[in-house]
DNA sequence: CATGAATGAGAGTTCATTCAT
DNA sequence: GATGAATGAACTCTCATTCAT
């Protein structure tokens, strides 16, 4: 979070990590190594964002508002989050299909996202014809709201505006 | 573009200029200010994308499609592309607002993309309440496309469903 | 044998002995001593090699043959052998005069053909002046094959042709 | 010459050289590339043992003498040789035939030798019915010695007799 | 007795930058 | 102006040895 993956070294982690140059390299063999392990449980933690924090009787556009302010708060810290890293290691290492996390992540969130819209649709929330297409362009929209965060940077009101344009997009009435 | 930003040596570089080492040094005082370079004349080259042609008689529908063309064909070509060096020279720079070379083309694009969606309404191609969110939303669609060929990879038909799916939400007619 | 003396890790002999690390410090303070253990086993083994598969009726060009033909598949073996890892740990351990095993067996090896040759001399089968040197001559080109066999690589035949004229050298008719 | 070819560091190399670190590199891309460079060198220098200090009234015996006394004093420095670290070197890093320094230094060495039999056969100083074995004999004799003068030790003496006695085997008498 | 996780010094190698020529 | 040999700090990774359990 704090370096990224080409910049971190071995001495920070060693020294973050309160443990010796050679007591790290027993369970992981190389930087790369290192790197997907804290990208699987960081997987694997957020995997429950949208499970959790949903009550019973939230309507689709509760869960949606709710997925988008998550994803807003992820992307506004910047600094304290792995996606800058994980750019960086998937820049230069491209991984075989089947151990893809970034991968499966966006296609799971797409799959939910897509399944939510459905359900929207059909209690009549939103308008929609392509549910499929809806649910990617959003997650294009935040893939690129993350990445201008951490390059040309974004203001809370932008992202503001543009999630809710996302929502008006679907019919949803402010 | 063959080796992006951080894995880039000097000995790269000075070998493909057919420079010495301490020559180069007298015109840029770090590798950061080579990068700075490049990228202000890329800036300018892709400066006329918009404007180069461009028939004096096309419809917005026609300037949009071409446009995100132009895009996609840039995004497809993934190596041999800035798009990567120029991430991994933003992650580890954080630019003064004066010089954010990055931020002023997207600026200039959506604002250009903005006048075109305004135009396009008047003409009665599109439909779009809010012209300013619309372009900002069809340019981080293309960053989100852009950092995804970058890392999880995208195919053809996939981005073109998702610009078809952009142009139908302006209302355009397939 | 795989790894020689200077190659061979600490891991390698724990996987290899099933034993544990700190187990392995319980019988051996460092990794000389290891060595010198094998080592001397090796020795113990191989000091039957004159004693072994002698016939009583043998004559003493038979036993010399079989010696000979005896180093001359250890020495092909190259690999399977302890050749190497025996160099590589005497370059850098000189031992004390006292437990110099290698110095033990080339002694002994010396003396026992040095007798044998006595016995060809007096059974007429040998023509030598002086057994002492011839003895110590044939161990050093056998020595001479063997790092050849190591370093520079040596064929069957020429060892073949280089035993053959030794036997030569002592009457032996062919 | 004093550490062998696996204990001798980077470090000690750039310490004796005189060098920095990063500028040993700009010459030799690795350890092994070094020490090629050094056993090619010292291959050159040693080249002209046979032909210096030859005068043109030698027989042929008193060449042999000159050859044998020049590399007894070769094996008896013990330390101040590379002997040592070039067995190191080749037990770990077989070569391709092309540049194979050791072979044709030990090659070149027998050709010389058979002439020089051949040459004292025919003035009637040595007897000898196969010179090139012979040659090759000698050859395999003092490569035994040289090892045995880095493992077991060997002395002056010992050495001496053992030289005297390939003389004699050619029939030279004392 | 036996374990094996942990240590840390030290290995080879890289590379942006400098500066005498 | 231009050169390129030289620098040296910093990198990743290895491994014999130790010691709390």
Not at 69 to 96: C, I
Not at 105 to 127: C, D, H, N
Not at 141 to 151: D, F, R
Request: proline residues 1%; aromatic residues 10%; hydrophobic residues 35%.
């Amino acid at each position: 979070m704090e370096k990224g993956f080409k910049r971190v070294t071995m001495k920070d982690i060693v020294e973050a990590c309160d443990i010796s140059r050679g007591g790290l390299y027993l369970y992981f063999n190389s930087t790369e190594e290192i790197f997907m392990e804290v990208l699987r449980m960081e997987s694997e933690e957020t995997d429950d964002v949208f499970s959790g924090n949903v009550k019973e009787d939230s309507t689709a556009t509760d869960i949606l508002m709710l997925f988008l302010k998550e994803q807003k708060k992820e992307l506004m810290r910047k600094k304290d989050t792995l996606t800058q890293a994980t750019y960086e290691f998937y820049f230069e290492n491209k991984l075989s299909k089947k151990d893809d996390i970034l991968k499966k992540q966006f296609e799971s969130a797409v799959f939910v996202l897509r399944k939510l819209i459905e359900t929207g649709v059909e209690s009549e929330e939103f308008y929609c014809e392509d549910p499929e297409r809806a649910a990617r362009n959003i997650m294009l929209v935040l893939e690129g709201l993350k990445i201008s965060a951490q390059t040309i940077g974004v203001t809370s009101e932008s992202v503001d505006k543009q999630l809710l344009y996302i929502l008006k997009s679907l019919g949803v009435e402010d």
